[in-house]
């Protein structure tokens, strides 16, 4: 299995605007090989930022580098930056293989 995760640092007061982006955005997940679970997380927050990580379960790594190169991959991202500025940066990717 391989898990990506994302890192999203938002502007404190952006937090409601965030969640409305992923509550009503098409992913196209449930089209792509591979594709196990997803999961947005909340983590602390802090007088700088608040601290999201969206979480996705794949069966390999190689179905997950597989679904960025992917139609369904564009069709998700082609308004990414189209929403009002809620982000403190490029979100930071971490990807991790499982092991046991």
Same mark, same amino acid.
């Given at each position: 299995?391989?898990? /990506?995760?994302?890192? !999203?640092?938002?502007?404190?007061?952006?937090?409601? $605007? !965030?969640? $409305?982006?992923?509550?009503?955005?098409?992913?196209?997940? $449930?089209?792509?090989?591979? !594709?196990?679970? !997803?999961?947005?997380?909340?983590?602390?927050?802090?007088?700088?930022?608040?601290?999201? +990580?969206? *979480?996705?379960?794949?069966?390999?790594?190689? /179905?997950?580098?597989?679904?960025?190169?992917?139609? +369904?991959?564009?069709? /998700? *991202? /082609?308004? +990414?930056?189209? +929403?009002?500025?809620?982000?403190?940066?490029?979100?930071?990717?971490?990807?991790?293989?499982?092991?046991?």
């Amino acid at each position: 299995m391989f898990i /990506a995760m994302n890192r !999203f640092k938002i502007i404190p007061g952006n937090e409601e $605007d !965030f969640l $409305d982006i992923w509550r009503n955005r098409e992913t196209f997940l $449930d089209e792509v090989p591979g !594709f196990k679970q !997803f999961n947005l997380l909340r983590g602390p927050r802090t007088d700088e930022y608040s601290l999201y +990580a969206s *979480h996705s379960i794949w069966e390999s790594k190689q /179905a997950f580098e597989d679904w960025t190169k992917s139609e +369904a991959f564009r069709k /998700a *991202h /082609a308004n +990414a930056g189209d +929403a009002k500025p809620v982000y403190l940066g490029k979100p930071e990717f971490e990807g991790f293989e499982v092991e046991l």
